[in-house]
């Protein structure tokens, strides 16, 4: 079972966009919720597995803490949200270290402290074999929220800077925050690329009910990446905005949004590119 397909599953169980929330479960990566004052209210969770997402022996424990939380403010940044608070839970196998724990937390409390995010607690457990690192997030907003399903066929697709860092070894990538609350300002709808362009555009598609067409050699790229790798590689901090031509400065447009037909890379030529995956999958990659 793929992830997509696991949500539809647990769909009828969660609830739905209705009254103060304007993005229910299914919708998007985050939750929105209207406050009393106007203001909007993004929340988020994010796990980091160890083997899966890190790995301690290559990683400094420090790094494991500012990556799992900055591309978990991913979702926040693709909402324009302000980041306020952050409760982490933390799983524990026997073979760490209290150093190692330490780290971890200490990294996440540096960038925590760069974007102005509060750690407000959470939980810690023990953990059978491999740790996992579970951040709850809170922004906030006053511009409204767009859901991937509120994108239009004829709108163009956009990114907000190089793709392929992840397959170089960035450590220490910093979440997009201030670009992501001027695409929200503009109207634009925007979704992270954690886990790969090409990926984040098959859900667009999909919560939309919309096809897209992506152009190879217009998808900027981070030095020495290949462009196949770098759209479907995950770990990637920059947004994926959708909305009316022009967008804004300083986004590259890489393609555009169809009637349907699903999600379609062409090359230079206009043929069809053939991709050996289309991103990462939580459960089946």
Known sequence: MDELSFLERLKPHLAGRSGKLVIGAGDDDAAAWREPDGSYTIASCDTSVEGVHFDLD????????????????????????????????????????????GGVYGGLAELAREVGLKLVGGDTTRAPHDASLTLMLLGSTWVEPKARASVRAGWSVGVTGPLGAASLAWTRPRPRLQFGARLAAAGLCSGDISDGLVRELDKFAAAAGVGATLRLNDVPLAGGASAQAAIVNGEEVELLCCGPAPLPAGVQVVGQLTSGGGVVVLDADGAEVQLAGRGYDHLSS
Do not use: H, I, N
């Open 58 to 101: 290559r990683q400094d424990p420090t790094d494991v803490g500012w990556r799992a939380l900055c591309f978990a403010l991913g979702d926040l940044a693709a909402k324009g949200a302000r980041p306020t608070y952050c409760m982490v839970s933390l799983s524990l196998p026997v073979s760490w270290t209290a150093e190692t724990a």
